[in-house]
T-cell receptor, first 114, second 114 residues
Framework: KQEVTQIPAALSVPEGENLVLNCSFT??????LQWFRQDPGKGLTSLLL?????REQTSGRLNASLDKSSGRSTLYIAASQPGDSATYLC?????????????FGTGTRLQVTL | NAGVTQTPKFQVLKTGQSMTLQCAQD?????MYWYRQDPGMGLRLIYY???????DKGEVPNGYNVSRLNKREFSLRLESAAPSQTSVYFC?????????????FGQGTRLTVV
């Protein structure tokens, strides 16, 4: 059974700092890995999708890497801003039985302070 | 740009009552999903529909039923609500079942069962 872990559970950094969020998974047989952002009381917004054949994806100040063999992904946020404050979730896509599904971590709650 | 729309946004039920959560997407996606989110447990898959006319159980299906009404709509029904079903429910969709493509989420339904 796939298990996804995100450490730390919470993180507070001053504005302007570069930071890394970590995600690890137990089964390397994945289709893809997605990073999401969730604001309080809101739904999930997809940030980056990395296919299993890819090593990284970039979007603006965000860069996500994937190392399937070690079961790890990192989300790098450059020059953090207060607007980046949110919970960041990673999810791995894998095949179970008749179809595929996303397995989620419990998230890292990020606070960027002025 | 509606994306994935869920109704209602909030609901309070008494134990034993029934209700249906509605979800509709306007992106012509084939696959739709229902997740629940509980503190400390991440998002867990309740049911999914790989394509119109098919539905399958996910990780935590007990106490729920679903209907894929057409390609756009996927509803989740609680026949006899229990306090353990207090949660935030998210509907999601993706172009294909294999999750090779980005998943889009609705804003969630916050359900309390008293």
């Amino acid at each position: 059974k796939q298990e996804v872990t995100q450490i730390p559970a919470a993180l507070s950094v001053p504005e302007g700092e570069n930071l890394v969020l970590n995600c690890s998974f137990t089964d390397s047989a994945i289709y893809n890995l997605q990073w999401f952002r969730q604001d309080p009381g809101k739904g999930l917004t997809s940030l980056l999708l990395i296919q299993s054949s890819q090593r990284e994806q970039t979007s603006g100040r965000l860069n996500a890497s994937l190392d399937k063999s070690s079961g790890r992904s990192t989300l790098y946020i450059a020059a953090s801003q207060p607007g980046d404050s949110a919970t960041y979730l990673c999810a791995v896509g894998g095949y179970t039985g008749t179809a595929s599904k996303l397995t989620f971590g419990t998230g890292t709650r990020l606070q960027v302070t002025l | 740009n509606a994306g994935v729309t869920q109704t209602p946004k909030f609901q309070v039920l008494k134990t034993g009552q029934s209700m249906t959560l509605q979800c509709a997407q306007d992106m012509n996606h084939n696959s739709m999903y229902w997740y629940r989110q509980d503190p400390g447990m991440g998002l867990r898959l309740i049911y999914y529909s790989a394509s119109e006319g098919t539905t399958d159980k996910g990780e935590v299906p007990n106490g729920y039923n679903v209907s894929r009404l057409n390609k756009r709509e996927f509803s989740l029904r609680l026949e006899s609500a229990a306090p353990s079903q207090t949660s935030v429910y998210f509907c999601a969709s993706s172009l294909y079942d294999a999750m090779d493509t980005e998943a889009f989420f609705g804003q969630g339904t916050r359900l309390t069962v008293v």
